[in-house]
Nanobody
Framework: QVQLVESGGGLVQPGGSLRLSCAAS????????MGWYRQAPEKQRELVAT???????NYANSVKGRFTISGDTAKNTVYLQMNSLKPEDTAVYYC?????????????WGQGTQVTVSL
């Protein structure tokens, strides 16, 4: 089992910045993908950014150039630095950890943190 605890959400004005953190604990595999997803009201959950254990990174087109995902393996923590925030970035942001334990992939989710971009 893996537990994910997110922090760092809040209210910010358009053009502002926020940094989300996700701390993982428990039985963590050496082969994993960690990432951030978001879900706006009445919309489906969508991928924001992911980072693998080997450091490969992927971003949604809508956040490229504005958001940066990074990881601290010593702390089992992944971060999402969000700059130049827009009202359309408003959503609940969820941390996800997908890990491989022979011979299956397992998915874990955090509880979510609200990000609101508004004047």
């Amino acid at each position: 089992q893996v537990q994910l605890v997110e922090s760092g959400g809040g209210l910010v004005q358009p053009g502002g910045s926020l940094r989300l953190s996700c701390a993982a604990s428990g039985s963590i595999s050496s082969l994993y993908v960690m990432g951030w997803y978001r879900q706006a009201p009445e919309k489906q959950r969508e991928l924001v950014a992911t980072i693998t254990n080997s450091g490969s990174i992927n971003y949604a087109n809508s956040v490229k150039g504005r958001f940066t995902i990074s990881g601290d393996t010593a702390k089992n923590t992944v971060y999402l630095q969000m700059n130049s925030l827009k009202p359309e970035d408003t959503a609940v942001y969820y941390c996800n950890e997908r890990q491989y334990v022979p011979f299956k992939w397992y998915d874990y989710w955090g509880q979510g943190t609200q990000v609101t971009v508004s004047l």
